[in-house]
Protein backbone atom coordinates (compact mmCIF):
# COMPACT_ATOMS: atom_id res chain seq x y z
CA UNK A 1 0.00 0.00 0.00
CA UNK A 2 1.44 3.62 -0.77
CA UNK A 3 2.01 5.95 2.37
CA UNK A 4 -0.36 8.15 3.18
CA UNK A 5 0.68 11.68 2.00
CA UNK A 6 0.97 15.03 4.07
CA UNK A 7 -2.21 17.31 4.17
CA UNK A 8 -1.59 20.85 3.24
CA UNK A 9 -5.11 22.09 4.31
CA UNK A 10 -8.74 20.07 5.10
CA UNK A 11 -9.24 18.73 1.29
CA UNK A 12 -6.89 16.16 1.29
CA UNK A 13 -7.83 13.83 3.76
CA UNK A 14 -11.03 13.71 2.29
CA UNK A 15 -9.24 12.62 -0.61
CA UNK A 16 -7.17 9.80 1.25
CA UNK A 17 -9.61 8.01 3.23
CA UNK A 18 -11.62 7.88 -0.71
CA UNK A 19 -8.58 5.95 -2.18
CA UNK A 20 -10.02 1.89 -1.19
CA UNK A 21 -13.03 2.90 -2.42
CA UNK A 22 -12.27 4.94 -5.48
CA UNK A 23 -9.45 1.81 -6.67
CA UNK A 24 -12.28 -0.35 -5.95
CA UNK A 25 -14.84 1.29 -8.28
CA UNK A 26 -12.42 1.76 -11.09
CA UNK A 27 -11.80 -2.10 -10.89
CA UNK A 28 -15.77 -2.92 -10.22
CA UNK A 29 -16.44 -0.72 -13.61
CA UNK A 30 -13.54 -2.18 -15.46
CA UNK A 31 -15.37 -5.25 -14.73
CA UNK A 32 -19.10 -4.44 -16.27
CA UNK A 33 -17.86 -2.58 -19.32
CA UNK A 34 -15.59 -6.11 -20.43
CA UNK A 35 -18.56 -8.24 -19.64
CA UNK A 36 -20.69 -5.35 -22.19
CA UNK A 37 -17.56 -5.25 -24.69
CA UNK A 38 -17.60 -9.43 -24.97
CA UNK A 39 -21.47 -9.62 -24.87
CA UNK A 40 -21.93 -7.73 -27.77
CA UNK A 41 -19.33 -9.61 -29.71
CA UNK A 42 -21.26 -12.60 -29.02
CA UNK A 43 -23.81 -10.77 -31.06
CA UNK A 44 -25.06 -12.82 -34.21
CA UNK A 45 -26.03 -9.45 -36.11
CA UNK A 46 -22.66 -8.02 -36.36
CA UNK A 47 -21.70 -7.40 -40.01
CA UNK A 48 -18.57 -10.05 -39.44
CA UNK A 49 -20.55 -12.99 -37.78
CA UNK A 50 -18.93 -14.81 -39.59
CA UNK A 51 -15.82 -14.19 -37.07
CA UNK A 52 -15.54 -15.56 -33.65
CA UNK A 53 -15.84 -13.20 -31.28
CA UNK A 54 -12.87 -11.86 -29.54
CA UNK A 55 -12.33 -11.81 -25.80
CA UNK A 56 -10.09 -10.06 -23.92
CA UNK A 57 -6.29 -10.75 -23.05
CA UNK A 58 -4.63 -9.41 -19.83
CA UNK A 59 -1.90 -8.18 -18.57
CA UNK A 60 -0.47 -7.03 -15.39
CA UNK A 61 2.27 -4.72 -14.63
CA UNK A 62 3.86 -3.16 -12.04
CA UNK A 63 5.15 0.34 -11.68
CA UNK A 64 9.13 0.85 -11.04
CA UNK A 65 10.86 3.21 -9.14
CA UNK A 66 13.85 4.78 -8.78
CA UNK A 67 14.72 3.50 -4.81
CA UNK A 68 13.64 0.03 -5.74
CA UNK A 69 10.27 0.46 -3.51
CA UNK A 70 6.82 -0.43 -4.83
CA UNK A 71 5.32 2.15 -7.04
CA UNK A 72 2.23 0.46 -8.01
CA UNK A 73 0.57 -0.65 -10.95
CA UNK A 74 -2.26 -1.96 -13.05
CA UNK A 75 -4.05 -4.43 -15.66
CA UNK A 76 -4.37 -3.82 -19.20
CA UNK A 77 -7.20 -5.89 -21.08
CA UNK A 78 -7.39 -5.48 -24.58
CA UNK A 79 -10.07 -7.25 -26.80
CA UNK A 80 -9.57 -7.77 -30.46
CA UNK A 81 -12.55 -9.22 -32.20
CA UNK A 82 -15.13 -9.02 -34.90
CA UNK A 83 -17.15 -5.97 -33.55
CA UNK A 84 -14.02 -4.13 -32.22
CA UNK A 85 -10.98 -4.04 -34.21
CA UNK A 86 -9.63 -3.06 -30.76
CA UNK A 87 -10.69 -1.94 -27.24
CA UNK A 88 -8.44 -1.50 -24.58
CA UNK A 89 -9.77 -1.16 -20.68
CA UNK A 90 -6.77 -0.56 -18.22
CA UNK A 91 -7.01 0.45 -14.66
CA UNK A 92 -3.88 1.71 -12.25
CA UNK A 93 -3.26 2.43 -9.09
CA UNK A 94 0.01 4.29 -8.47
CA UNK A 95 2.30 6.04 -6.06
CA UNK A 96 5.58 7.65 -6.36
CA UNK A 97 7.32 11.36 -6.68
CA UNK A 98 7.22 13.61 -9.25
CA UNK A 99 10.17 14.63 -11.44
CA UNK A 100 11.25 18.14 -10.24
CA UNK A 101 10.45 19.77 -13.72
CA UNK A 102 6.69 17.99 -13.74
CA UNK A 103 6.65 18.85 -10.44
CA UNK A 104 6.00 22.36 -10.93
CA UNK A 105 3.07 21.84 -12.95
CA UNK A 106 1.50 19.53 -11.09
CA UNK A 107 -1.16 21.22 -8.28
CA UNK A 108 0.67 21.05 -4.99
CA UNK A 109 3.42 18.66 -6.00
CA UNK A 110 5.95 21.79 -5.56
CA UNK A 111 5.58 21.95 -2.24
CA UNK A 112 5.79 18.04 -1.95
CA UNK A 113 6.82 15.86 -4.94
CA UNK A 114 4.73 12.57 -3.80
CA UNK A 115 1.78 11.69 -5.23
CA UNK A 116 -1.19 9.05 -5.91
CA UNK A 117 -3.20 8.40 -8.43
CA UNK A 118 -5.93 5.89 -9.81
CA UNK A 119 -8.18 5.79 -12.50
CA UNK A 120 -9.63 3.72 -15.89
CA UNK A 121 -9.28 4.35 -19.28
CA UNK A 122 -11.59 3.23 -22.00
CA UNK A 123 -11.13 3.50 -25.94
CA UNK A 124 -12.98 1.54 -28.51
CA UNK A 125 -12.05 1.13 -32.15
CA UNK A 126 -14.98 -0.68 -33.75
CA UNK A 127 -14.00 -2.14 -37.11
CA UNK A 128 -17.21 -1.17 -38.80
CA UNK A 129 -16.81 2.41 -40.20
CA UNK A 130 -20.80 2.89 -39.48
CA UNK A 131 -19.94 2.44 -35.43
CA UNK A 132 -17.89 5.74 -33.95
CA UNK A 133 -15.03 5.04 -31.84
CA UNK A 134 -15.26 6.67 -28.04
CA UNK A 135 -12.72 7.32 -25.20
CA UNK A 136 -13.50 7.62 -21.71
CA UNK A 137 -11.08 7.84 -18.73
CA UNK A 138 -11.56 9.09 -15.08
CA UNK A 139 -8.91 9.50 -12.17
CA UNK A 140 -8.26 10.50 -8.75
CA UNK A 141 -5.01 11.84 -7.87
CA UNK A 142 -3.34 13.04 -4.27
CA UNK A 143 -0.64 15.50 -4.16
CA UNK A 144 -0.83 17.94 -1.18
CA UNK A 145 -4.48 18.31 -2.59
CA UNK A 146 -6.93 15.78 -4.04
CA UNK A 147 -8.62 16.42 -7.06
CA UNK A 148 -10.80 14.40 -9.64
CA UNK A 149 -10.45 14.19 -13.51
CA UNK A 150 -11.51 12.87 -16.80
CA UNK A 151 -14.70 12.56 -19.66
CA UNK A 152 -16.13 11.01 -22.30
CA UNK A 153 -15.68 11.55 -26.27
CA UNK A 154 -17.31 10.11 -29.42
CA UNK A 155 -15.59 10.01 -32.78
CA UNK A 156 -17.27 9.14 -35.67
CA UNK A 157 -15.42 7.89 -38.48
CA UNK A 158 -17.55 7.45 -41.14
CA UNK A 159 -18.66 10.02 -43.70
CA UNK A 160 -22.46 9.65 -42.99
CA UNK A 161 -23.31 12.89 -40.83
CA UNK A 162 -26.93 12.10 -39.56
CA UNK A 163 -26.37 8.74 -38.26
CA UNK A 164 -23.46 10.78 -35.94
CA UNK A 165 -25.73 13.36 -35.04
CA UNK A 166 -28.00 10.85 -33.50
CA UNK A 167 -25.67 8.82 -31.93
CA UNK A 168 -24.04 12.24 -30.54
CA UNK A 169 -27.05 12.97 -29.46
CA UNK A 170 -27.85 10.25 -27.08
CA UNK A 171 -24.06 10.29 -26.03
CA UNK A 172 -24.43 14.12 -24.79
CA UNK A 173 -27.97 13.32 -23.57
CA UNK A 174 -26.27 10.72 -21.05
CA UNK A 175 -23.89 12.63 -19.96
CA UNK A 176 -25.71 15.71 -19.33
CA UNK A 177 -27.90 13.34 -17.14
CA UNK A 178 -24.58 12.91 -15.26
CA UNK A 179 -23.97 16.08 -14.88
CA UNK A 180 -27.26 17.89 -14.06
CA UNK A 181 -27.62 14.99 -11.14
CA UNK A 182 -24.27 17.02 -9.24
CA UNK A 183 -24.96 20.44 -10.92
CA UNK A 184 -26.58 21.67 -13.97
CA UNK A 185 -23.68 24.18 -14.84
CA UNK A 186 -21.17 21.03 -15.14
CA UNK A 187 -22.35 20.07 -18.65
CA UNK A 188 -22.33 23.45 -20.68
CA UNK A 189 -18.82 23.98 -18.48
CA UNK A 190 -17.13 20.37 -19.73
CA UNK A 191 -18.93 20.26 -22.76
CA UNK A 192 -17.14 23.41 -24.02
CA UNK A 193 -14.04 22.33 -21.81
CA UNK A 194 -14.28 19.31 -23.94
CA UNK A 195 -14.85 21.27 -27.63
CA UNK A 196 -11.74 23.00 -26.70
CA UNK A 197 -9.83 20.28 -25.60
CA UNK A 198 -9.95 17.55 -28.06
CA UNK A 199 -8.95 19.77 -31.11
CA UNK A 200 -6.74 19.95 -32.86
CA UNK A 201 -4.51 23.33 -33.51
CA UNK A 202 -2.47 22.46 -36.28
CA UNK A 203 -5.00 20.49 -38.56
CA UNK A 204 -7.74 23.68 -37.36
CA UNK A 205 -10.48 20.98 -36.63
CA UNK A 206 -12.29 18.98 -33.81
CA UNK A 207 -10.99 15.25 -32.88
CA UNK A 208 -15.00 14.35 -33.05
CA UNK A 209 -18.29 15.30 -31.68
CA UNK A 210 -17.30 15.62 -28.36
CA UNK A 211 -18.43 14.87 -24.96
CA UNK A 212 -17.19 16.40 -21.78
CA UNK A 213 -13.90 17.14 -19.99
CA UNK A 214 -13.18 17.90 -16.68
CA UNK A 215 -10.01 18.65 -14.65
CA UNK A 216 -8.78 19.06 -10.89
CA UNK A 217 -12.47 19.02 -9.79
CA UNK A 218 -12.19 19.90 -6.01
CA UNK A 219 -15.47 20.97 -5.04
CA UNK A 220 -14.67 21.24 -1.18
CA UNK A 221 -16.98 18.16 -0.95
CA UNK A 222 -14.67 15.31 -2.29
CA UNK A 223 -17.77 12.57 -1.46
CA UNK A 224 -19.75 14.17 -4.08
CA UNK A 225 -16.80 14.35 -6.89
CA UNK A 226 -16.80 11.07 -6.38
CA UNK A 227 -20.68 10.09 -7.05
CA UNK A 228 -20.24 12.82 -9.85
CA UNK A 229 -16.75 10.67 -11.42
CA UNK A 230 -19.13 7.77 -10.96
CA UNK A 231 -21.71 8.78 -12.79
CA UNK A 232 -19.84 10.06 -15.78
CA UNK A 233 -18.24 5.72 -16.18
CA UNK A 234 -22.41 5.36 -15.68
CA UNK A 235 -23.36 6.87 -18.23
CA UNK A 236 -20.41 5.73 -20.93
CA UNK A 237 -21.54 2.25 -20.33
CA UNK A 238 -25.49 2.83 -20.52
CA UNK A 239 -24.62 4.95 -23.58
CA UNK A 240 -21.69 3.97 -25.58
CA UNK A 241 -22.84 -0.19 -25.85
CA UNK A 242 -26.64 0.74 -27.11
CA UNK A 243 -24.83 2.95 -30.15
CA UNK A 244 -23.04 0.10 -31.07
CA UNK A 245 -25.57 -2.44 -31.55
CA UNK A 246 -27.67 0.20 -33.19
CA UNK A 247 -24.76 0.60 -35.94
CA UNK A 248 -22.73 -2.74 -36.31
CA UNK A 249 -25.13 -4.86 -38.15
CA UNK A 250 -25.15 -2.17 -41.24
CA UNK A 251 -22.50 -3.21 -43.93
CA UNK A 252 -20.12 -0.85 -45.43
CA UNK A 253 -17.95 -0.06 -47.74
CA UNK A 254 -14.34 0.01 -49.24
CA UNK A 255 -15.18 4.01 -49.38
CA UNK A 256 -16.24 4.19 -46.31
CA UNK A 257 -12.98 1.88 -44.72
CA UNK A 258 -10.37 4.91 -46.22
CA UNK A 259 -12.63 7.44 -44.90
CA UNK A 260 -12.02 5.39 -41.33
CA UNK A 261 -8.51 4.85 -41.03
CA UNK A 262 -7.94 8.69 -42.31
CA UNK A 263 -10.26 9.71 -39.42
CA UNK A 264 -7.79 7.35 -37.44
CA UNK A 265 -5.07 9.91 -38.36
CA UNK A 266 -6.47 12.56 -36.92
CA UNK A 267 -6.75 10.23 -33.19
CA UNK A 268 -3.04 9.12 -33.35
CA UNK A 269 -1.99 12.88 -33.97
CA UNK A 270 -4.23 14.24 -31.10
CA UNK A 271 -2.94 11.35 -28.58
CA UNK A 272 0.43 11.76 -29.45
CA UNK A 273 0.92 15.17 -29.49
CA UNK A 274 -1.73 16.78 -27.22
CA UNK A 275 -3.26 14.45 -24.72
CA UNK A 276 -2.90 14.76 -20.86
CA UNK A 277 -3.18 11.33 -19.56
CA UNK A 278 -0.67 10.08 -22.38
CA UNK A 279 2.03 12.74 -21.03
CA UNK A 280 1.39 12.18 -17.31
CA UNK A 281 1.60 8.56 -17.61
CA UNK A 282 4.98 8.45 -19.69
CA UNK A 283 6.12 11.51 -17.23
CA UNK A 284 5.42 9.59 -14.72
CA UNK A 285 7.28 5.86 -15.20
CA UNK A 286 3.76 4.08 -16.30
CA UNK A 287 3.38 0.97 -18.28
CA UNK A 288 4.23 2.12 -22.04
CA UNK A 289 1.78 -0.35 -23.77
CA UNK A 290 -0.71 0.58 -21.21
CA UNK A 291 -0.48 4.56 -21.92
CA UNK A 292 -0.39 4.02 -25.93
CA UNK A 293 -3.10 1.14 -25.68
CA UNK A 294 -5.90 4.12 -27.03
CA UNK A 295 -4.15 3.87 -30.40
CA UNK A 296 -5.90 2.46 -33.09
CA UNK A 297 -4.50 -1.09 -34.73
CA UNK A 298 -4.36 0.35 -38.67
CA UNK A 299 -4.29 4.47 -39.44
CA UNK A 300 -3.80 5.82 -42.75
CA UNK A 301 -2.67 9.16 -43.98
CA UNK A 302 -3.79 10.12 -47.02
Not at 172 to 183: K, M, P, S, V, Y
Request: glycine residues 10%.
Amino acid sequence: MPPALPAADADPPAHESLKPRVAAWFAALRERLCSAFETIEEAPDSALAERPPGRFERRVWQRPTEDGAPGGGGEMRVLRGRVFEKVGVNVSEVWGRFAPEFAASIPGAAEDPRFWAAGISIVAHPQSPRVPAAHCNTRMLVTTRGWFAGGADLTPMGPEAAAAQEDAGDFHAALRAACDRADPAFYPRFKEWCDRYFYLPHRGEPRGLGGIFYDTLASGDAAADFAFTRDVGEAFLAAYPAIVRRRMGAPWSAAEREHQLVRRGRYVEFNLLYDRGTLFGLRTGGNTEAILMSLPPEVRWP
